[in-house]
């Protein structure tokens, strides 16, 4: 933190291209022609200053955890395809105008709607952290703009720790417009709310039960409500700490197999939930389901159901969904109440169109990508357009968990007897979402980024 942060250096000033790199770095192949760690000082300092001074100053203001939490996502999305971090001739100009620059890439994982001539919703900040450092680019002129139908106000978010496990539920924000989806992120450590966060879930509910956690370990969170486009959501929740613990006196737990359902339009799937008691429990317990879309219900055989003291029972869930389902993947849960208690399992049901021929792509908002029922052939219809004056594309950008950026480059391209392609970011890929591995939220370090670049490189 104190290599990246320049007022804790002697002298406190910003680190350049053209200062710092040129005149103390050892010659190397790194910008400037110096050596990599050495000449990566302006970034790392312009990424710090991203998180720590702009985003936390007019005209956003955000507090500190929601300023990371928007750094670390366009730091992560927008590393992966840079090239150069800038360009660079020492004595006579440095800049981050390049397409495969850092400022320029971090621009399109910020963007919205593939136009940067519009701005980006923190476009001002990133101009501000980049230029600090003399790695900007004056074009396209820096603006703010974008997400005007995005969340703008934070959750209120509450903990209950339970038996390796802590159930999380929240109101949704009372002002500005209505989010699509939530994002829950997790912490833990000496660091505490501060650093670190891990996104672990995205649900479109209001609650979420953290069974991946162990007893005695206190952990962190926020909950972070946002809309179609991952570009656009509002600030973090306060965050809220819970310590799961064993349980002292009657207890229960519920538990469904499978937990991940699938079934076409107008079709149902099937899954056993287990209501297993500790400590004596032996009340009714009904069961009920908790955050499925519209057009999808359940039903449970029986409900309410009594497990013995220290013993288990069962009950046969059923899941169906109307033709007027949307096709997607959404998670939800399976909520047991008895005896005072609120026990919750987690499941996932995808719905598929119906069909088998060629299927048109849908958006699935767990993937956050276009997906298609099995069929004959899949074509990503309108929701890959963003393009050569295509766009804007809808829930950019169209990859895996959001997993790489989306840049405003590059042209469609018809080939002969294949569907039309989308040339980013200087390789030709078939019109499709980008197959790459998700993303964690971590602190920012010089060798992160290295490793992001490497990630996005393996992963082609």
């Known amino acids: 933190m104190r290599d990246a942060d320049y007022l804790q250096h002697n002298p406190n000033t910003p680190d350049t291209a053209l200062g710092f790199v040129c005149s103390s770095c050892q010659t190397g192949p790194g910008p400037c022609g110096r050596q990599v760690h050495c000449a990566a000082a302006p970034v790392r300092q312009a990424a710090w200053d991203l998180a720590a001074r702009d985003l936390q100053a007019p005209p956003y203001n955000y507090d500190s955890q929601t300023a990371f939490i928007v750094a670390n996502r366009i730091f992560y999305q927008g590393s992966g395809n840079v090239g150069s971090w800038h360009a660079c001739t020492c004595g006579v100009s440095a800049s981050g105008c390049?397409?495969?620059?850092?400022?320029?890439?971090?621009?399109?994982?910020?963007?919205?709607?593939?136009?940067?001539?519009?701005?980006?919703?923190?476009?001002?900040?990133?101009?501000?952290?980049?230029?600090?450092?003399?790695?900007?680019?004056?074009?396209?002129?820096?603006?703010?703009?974008?997400?005007?139908?995005?969340?703008?106000?934070?959750?209120?978010?509450?903990?209950?720790?339970?038996?390796?496990?802590?159930?999380?539920?929240?109101?949704?924000?009372?002002?500005?417009?209505?989010?699509?989806?939530?994002?829950?992120?997790?912490?833990?450590?000496?660091?505490?709310?501060?650093?670190?966060?891990?996104?672990?879930?995205?649900?479109?509910?209001?609650?979420?039960?953290?069974?991946?956690?162990?007893?005695?370990?206190?952990?962190?969170?926020?909950?972070?409500?946002?809309?179609?486009?991952?570009?656009?959501?509002?600030?973090?929740?306060?965050?809220?700490?819970?310590?799961?613990?064993?349980?002292?006196?009657?207890?229960?737990?519920?538990?469904?197999?499978?937990?991940?359902?699938?079934?076409?339009?107008?079709?149902?799937?099937?899954?056993?939930?287990?209501?297993?008691?500790?400590?004596?429990?032996?009340?009714?317990?009904?069961?009920?389901?908790?955050?499925?879309?519209?057009?999808v219900s359940c039903a449970f055989n029986p409900s309410p159901v009594t497990p013995p003291a220290d013993g288990t029972v069962g009950s046969a869930l059923t899941v169906t969904a109307t033709m007027a389902a949307p096709p997607g993947n959404f998670a939800f849960q399976v909520r047991g109440t008895g005896g005072g208690l609120t026990r919750n399992a987690n499941l996932q049901v995808t719905v598929n169109p119906t069909g088998g021929g060629p299927q048109t792509a849908v958006y699935d908002p767990l993937l956050r990508a276009p997906r298609c029922a099995a069929g004959s052939s899949c074509d990503s219809g309108t929701l890959l357009n963003g393009r050569d004056g295509r766009g804007p594309e809808p829930n950019q950008p169209n990859t895996i968990n959001g997993s790489c950026a989306d840049g405003t480059l590059g042209r469609a391209v018809p080939l002969p007897g294949h569907p039309e392609h989308v040339h980013r970011g200087g390789i030709q890929r078939p019109r499709r979402p980008d197959l790459r591995r998700s993303v964690v939220h971590r602190p920012f370090n010089a060798e992160a980024a290295e490793d992001a670049q490497r990630t996005q490189r393996e992963a082609r």
Request: with cysteine.
């Open 98 to 295: 390049g397409a495969t620059n850092g400022y320029m890439q971090w621009l399109a994982a910020d963007d919205d709607d593939g136009n940067l001539g519009n701005g980006t919703p923190h476009m001002t900040a990133l101009y501000n952290a980049f230029n600090r450092h003399g790695i900007a680019c004056s074009a396209p002129a820096p603006q703010d703009g974008g997400c005007s139908g995005g969340p703008t106000a934070a959750p209120t978010l509450s903990a209950t720790p339970d038996d390796y496990a802590v159930a999380l539920s929240w109101t949704p924000p009372v002002t500005g417009p209505a989010p699509t989806r939530y994002w829950v992120f997790r912490t833990e450590g000496h660091a505490g709310c501060d650093f670190g966060k891990a996104l672990i879930a995205e649900v479109t509910g209001t609650s979420f039960t953290d069974a991946d956690v162990a007893n005695g370990r206190t952990y962190h969170y926020n909950v972070v409500a946002a809309g179609a486009s991952s570009a656009c959501f509002g600030p973090a929740s306060t965050c809220v700490d819970a310590t799961p613990a064993a349980p002292v006196g009657p207890n229960f737990s519920v538990s469904c197999a499978p937990s991940v359902l699938a079934m076409s339009q107008g079709g149902s799937a099937a899954s056993t939930c287990t209501v297993s008691s500790t400590n004596g429990f032996a009340a009714a317990v009904d069961l009920s389901c908790s955050g499925l879309p519209s057009g």
